[in-house]
């Protein structure tokens, strides 16, 4: 397979996640070019530069067929695709079938219990990826693993995280739609509710605490943040909660 920087194109560049890009470019991850084209499809990028990364990967990369996928028809040749695809946008016309919705593995640094932003910007605790479940079942992402139909879509580039829902302050685990590609490390001071992500990561991390003293933490900081929405509402005092109290 060529290598996804050659002619001095970075595919890594197009990546959302910074944290993501330099993970790839560190361990010298090789993307497939139907993954190149998945992933500047995904990007930020503008139409153009995106139809100009697309020719440069018909013109310097081999083609390749793209695998059937639940929402996608397959296809004899990628070049092509992208040509058709091209056209398509060049026009304003909506194509029948969009890159978007094929599953490709994408290595990220993240494990289990890390701390990481979420689509709406506030933080949750990494719990799994679907295609950490994959490997374990023995599915190695190779092509003929593909086209076998042992993947997912695209609909599960996703992760499953513990957070407090938003405005509600209930804390679930679920999953955040559309992230996996643009997951970052959280990086900001963790405050009021959320304080409590810090001792679940170290937690899940480490094995360090009961099951019974995280929920009673759980519950001191639920409470807290509780009386922080009453204070805002209605103005009333609330005892803050020193977090030495649990280290």
Same mark, same amino acid.
């Given at each position: 397979? @060529?290598?996804?920087?050659?002619?001095g #194109?970075?595919i890594?560049k197009f990546l959302?996640?910074?944290d993501?890009a330099?993970?790839?470019?560190?361990?010298?991850?090789?993307?497939?070019?139907l993954?190149?084209?998945?992933?500047? @499809?995904?990007?930020?990028?503008?139409?153009?530069?995106?139809?100009?990364?697309?020719?440069?990967?018909?013109s310097?990369?081999?083609?390749? $067929?793209?695998?059937?996928?639940?929402?996608?028809?397959a296809?004899?040749?990628?070049h092509?695709?992208?040509? /058709?695809?091209? @056209?398509? /946008?060049?026009?304003?016309?909506?194509?029948?079938?969009?890159?978007?919705?094929? #599953?490709?593995?994408?290595?990220?640094p993240?494990?289990?219990?890390?701390?990481?932003t979420?689509?709406?910007?506030?933080p949750?605790?990494?719990d799994?990826? $679907?295609h950490?479940w994959a490997?374990?079942?023995?599915?190695?992402?190779?092509?003929?693993?593909?086209?076998?139909?042992?993947?997912?879509?695209?609909?599960?580039? +996703?992760?499953?995280?513990?957070?407090? /829902?938003?405005?509600?302050g209930?804390?679930?685990?679920d999953?955040?739609?559309?992230t996996l590609d643009?997951?970052?490390?959280?990086?900001?001071?963790?405050?009021?509710?959320e304080?409590?992500?810090?001792?679940?990561?170290?937690?899940?991390?480490?094995?360090?605490?009961?099951?019974?003293?995280?929920?009673?933490?759980?519950?001191?900081? @639920?409470?807290?943040?509780?009386?922080?929405? +009453?204070?805002?509402?209605?103005?009333?005092?609330y005892?803050?909660?020193?977090?030495?109290?649990?280290?």
């Open positions: 397979m @060529q290598k996804s920087n050659k002619s #194109f970075n890594y959302r996640s910074s993501i330099e993970h790839c470019e560190k361990i010298g991850h090789v993307f497939s070019p993954d190149m084209a998945i992933i500047i @499809q995904l990007s930020n990028r503008t139409i153009n530069e995106k139809h100009d990364a697309w020719k440069t990967i018909i310097d990369y081999p083609d390749m $067929p793209i695998h059937k996928s639940i929402n996608f028809k296809k004899d040749s990628l092509a695709f992208l040509k /058709e695809l091209i @056209q398509y /946008e060049e026009k304003n016309e909506e194509c029948p079938d969009e890159l978007d919705m094929i #599953f490709f593995d994408l290595p990220v993240f494990e289990k219990g890390d701390i990481v979420m689509a709406n910007g506030s949750g605790v990494l799994s990826i $679907p950490w490997r374990e079942k023995g599915y190695n992402y190779d092509y003929q693993d593909l086209v076998s139909g042992k993947q997912y879509d695209g609909s599960d580039m +996703i992760a499953y995280l513990y957070f407090f /829902e938003c405005y509600k209930n804390f679930i685990l999953h955040d739609d559309d643009k997951l970052t490390y959280y990086r900001k001071e963790l405050i009021g509710r304080r409590f992500l810090k001792y679940l990561s170290r937690s899940i991390k480490t094995g360090d605490y009961s099951i019974d003293w995280l929920i009673n933490v759980f519950c001191k900081f @639920q409470e807290e943040g509780i009386n922080e929405d +009453i204070s805002r509402l209605f103005g009333c005092f005892k803050k909660l020193d977090d030495e109290e649990f280290d």
